[in-house]
Each structure stands twice: as structure tokens, then as C-alpha cells.
């Protein structure tokens, strides 16, 4: 041990802070790496909650020794992922209100005798309106959901009972927006969840105000057409983007892809014929003989006399014979009938617009931007023609420009050297 501190007594003062700072360096490396590891998994369990009950359901969260971790705004509790259920039963177990949005729990300490019909309603109302939102904030990019369902009761000695609906507000994360292919999602969820909901009853609201998708006759087509419509352009985009980054660089390309798709169904029907395929389709062959006699002599009663008493005086006559033969042949000319269906949501026109920043050359200490040559921009063009499926006939346009993006030089100004 005494050999050890002679020794580093002898490597001096510097050596021996760098030594102690490495140290401290690793050891704080390893409780980090430690820490990261062994740290849990949390999942919500609360959302939408005020300050007074998100302090409460934690002091009795972690007096039951569970590990509770509260958000920056107090309005959500999160606890382990496997420690959910654990941690439902106990909140439940106390009888702690929750004014998060309230779920099928609403029935837990609810009695069917000292409940009418009407309260059960609104009880139903209210968890089937809080299931949905739950369901609706484990979406990626959602923050809190608000759902409001209207489902009538059939009047009285009326044929029709009033259809159900829906509008649903949606609050994204910080720094994110709702689109529109998360507006669809959403509203599937909830007219698949509701009976008898139809999908163009549903109406989603952003949290601005912004109306995402409107209620409308036609929504239930319209919005599969507009969902197929984002998610070929999302794809697209993303495909030019990664062919072109390969080549100018991340940050260097912007991509807008427009695809027009049809929104009606259309039946065609083409039948062809084809006269060298002729077909024998029947045969029909008819033949007649005909033996007949010809008397020959004058005119006159004689010959209206029987053979047998006009004896040997009578007249002579002569015998024919007649042969017909006849054959009908039916041909059947060869045809085609194709039927060709084409659903909404096909491709009718597509347009590409790819903008890519130029080339930033340095020339001894000053940085000299050069727009890229032709060349090099049609071949860019051909890849984009490639990546996906330019087809002239139906009338696609793809653009590719090189332009100088904006930067902090430009906006400003370029630094004025005062020397």
C-alpha cells in the first residue's frame, strides 16, 4: 500500500489530476450506463389531470411503493409499464376521484339497484366518450383528446331512429401538428368503436380551431381517397428524398409530390368480334325423293275409264322420279367481352417538384456558391422519373431546379470586413 501512494506521489500534481478525472469520468460513465439500463419503462396512467389530484394519486402512489413519475405540467402520472394494473387497483381501492377522462371504471362503485335508466345512460355516455380518448392518446404526436358522442334515442311511434355522431378535438405534442392521415386514423377508430356510427358522421378538430375533416355525405369515400392520397405522397417523398441525400446531402433537397386520384368507380365494358374465328356452331341436311306416273293420249273421257274396263284400248302414260337434297350450315363469328373495373383512388396525374441547394466551393478563405450544371440536374431528374413510375401518357411533370437556400449570410447580409 505504501509503495502504491509513493508512486503516485512520484507521477506530480499534474498527472495526478488528470488521473482523478478520469476516474471520476468512468465512474460517472458507469453509473449513467447503470442508471439508463436499469431504469423502467413508464407508461401513462392518468392523463388531463389538475394539480390537486396529480399530487394526491403520487403521495399515494409512492406511500404504496411504487415508482411514480409526474410530467412537467402536473397533468399526467406515469409508473413502470408492469406496475399498471397494480397501480389502477390501488387508486381504485381508495376511492380517489380522478377528473382525468373517467372510463368503464365509472361502473365500479356503482349499484344497478340505486341507479335509473337515465343515470346508466349518462354513465355509458360518459365511459364509452373516456375509452375513446385513452385510445386516442396512445397515437404518437397526440397529447390529449376530447371525444363528444350524440347518440339519440328513437322517438316514439317514429319509423327512423336518428343517426349517431361524433366530434372528437385533438391536441398534439409541443413542437407537432396534426395531419391529416392522423385525423383518418382517428376517425376510424372511433366509427368502428361506436355502433351504428358512420364514418362521414365523425367531425375532427384541431386544437386551434382548425377543422381537420368536416362532416359530410361523402365523407366515408372522400376520406379513404384522401388517406390514399397523403400516403402515396408520404411514400413518394420519402423515396426521392433518401435517392437524393445520397447525392447532395442531408438538408440539401426539398421534395413536394402532388398526386391526383380519381373519386369515382367506373365500369367499362368492350366486346370485340373477330371474323377470321368462325366456328361452325350447327348443320342441318334435309332430302326429298319423289316417284310419280305421267299418262300420255288425248283428251277426253277415255282416259277418265279404269285400266281394268277400258282392256287394251286404254291409254299409255309415264313414270317420274324427283331427288332434292338441301344443307343449311350456321357459322358463330368469335368475340371477346372483357370487363375492366377501376376503383376510386387510382393514380390520374402526378407532379413532382424537387428543389436542390447548389454547391458551396472554397476558394482560398472565402466560400464561392455555384448552382449545379445541367448535367448533373437531368440526371437527378431521371432518378426522380424512376423512383416513382413517371409515366408521359398520363400526363406527369417532374421539376428539378438547383437554387441557393436561404441561410443566415443571406438574410443578414454578408460580415463587412473593416480591416
Not at 2 to 28: D, H, P
Not at 204 to 223: C, K, M, P, R, W
Not at 305 to 321: E, V
Request: no cysteine.
Amino acid at each position: 500500500m505504501q509503495g502504491l501512494i509513493e508512486n503516485l506521489k512520484s507521477l506530480g500534481k499534474t498527472k495526478l489530476m488528470i488521473l482523478a478525472g478520469t476516474a471520476a469520468a468512468v465512474m460517472l460513465s458507469l453509473i449513467l450506463g447503470v442508471s439508463a439500463v436499469t431504469r423502467p419503462d413508464y407508461a401513462p396512467l392518468y392523463s388531463n389531470l389538475t394539480v390537486t389530484s396529480a399530487n394526491s394519486i403520487e403521495a399515494t402512489l409512492t406511500n404504496a411503493g411504487f415508482s411514480v413519475l409526474l410530467s412537467e405540467d402536473s397533468s399526467r402520472i406515469s409508473v413502470p409499464r408492469s406496475d399498471v394494473v397494480r397501480a389502477r387497483m390501488v387508486i381504485a381501492e381508495t376511492g380517489m376521484p380522478v377528473d382525468g377522462d373517467p372510463g368503464w371504471e365509472l361502473f365500479d362503485e356503482s349499484s344497478g339497484l340505486a341507479m335509473n335508466s337515465f343515470l346508466q345512460k349518462i354513465n355509458r355516455l360518459r365511459a364509452m366518450e373516456g375509452e375513446l380518448a385513452r385510445s386516442i392518446q396512445t397515437l404518437d404526436g397526440i397529447a390529449s383528446a376530447r371525444v363528444h358522442l350524440v347518440l339519440p334515442d328513437r322517438e316514439p311511434f317514429s319509423r327512423e331512429a336518428p343517426a349517431p355522431r361524433a366530434s372528437i378535438i385533438l391536441r398534439p405534442e409541443s413542437g407537432r401538428a396534426v395531419n391529416r392521415k392522423q385525423a383518418v386514423a382517428v376517425r376510424n377508430l372511433v366509427a368502428s368503436a361506436v355502433a351504428s356510427l358512420d364514418i362521414s358522421n365523425v367531425t375532427v378538430l384541431s386544437a386551434s380551431g382548425e377543422t381537420i375533416l368536416a362532416e359530410g355525405a361523402d365523407g366515408a369515400g372522400q376520406a379513404g381517397v384522401q388517406s390514399a392520397k397523403s400516403s402515396i405522397e408520404d411514400r413518394l417523398s420519402q423515396e426521392i428524398q433518401n435517392i437524393l441525400t445520397a447525392r447532395v446531402g442531408g438538408g440539401n433537397a426539398r421534395v413536394h409530390v402532388n398526386v391526383e386520384l380519381t373519386t369515382q368507380r367506373e365500369v367499362i365494358v368492350e366486346q370485340s368480334f373477330d371474323p377470321d374465328q368462325q366456328v361452325v356452331r350447327s348443320t342441318e341436311t334435309k332430302s326429298e325423293d319423289q316417284i310419280g306416273s305421267k299418262e300420255n293420249g288425248n283428251v277426253g273421257v277415255e282416259n277418265n275409264i279404269p285400266a281394268a274396263l277400258a282392256g287394251g284400248g286404254g291409254a299409255t302414260g309415264s313414270s317420274t322420279k324427283r331427288s332434292e337434297a338441301d344443307e343449311i350450315v350456321k357459322y358463330e363469328i368469335g368475340n371477346t367481352r372483357r370487363e375492366i373495373v377501376r376503383e376510386a383512388g387510382d393514380v390520374r396525374r402526378m407532379s413532382v417538384a424537387v428543389l436542390v441547394n447548389g454547391i458551396y466551393n472554397v476558394d482560398g478563405s472565402e466560400v464561392v456558391y455555384a448552382e449545379r450544371n445541367p448535367e448533373e440536374l437531368a440526371r437527378l431528374s431521371e432518378l426522380v422519373k424512376s423512383a416513382v413510375g413517371f409515366d408521359q401518357a398520363r400526363g406527369d411533370s417532374i421539376s428539378v431546379d438547383s437554387m441557393r437556400f436561404m441561410d443566415y449570410s443571406m438574410d443578414l447580409g454578408d460580415p463587412i470586413n473593416k480591416s
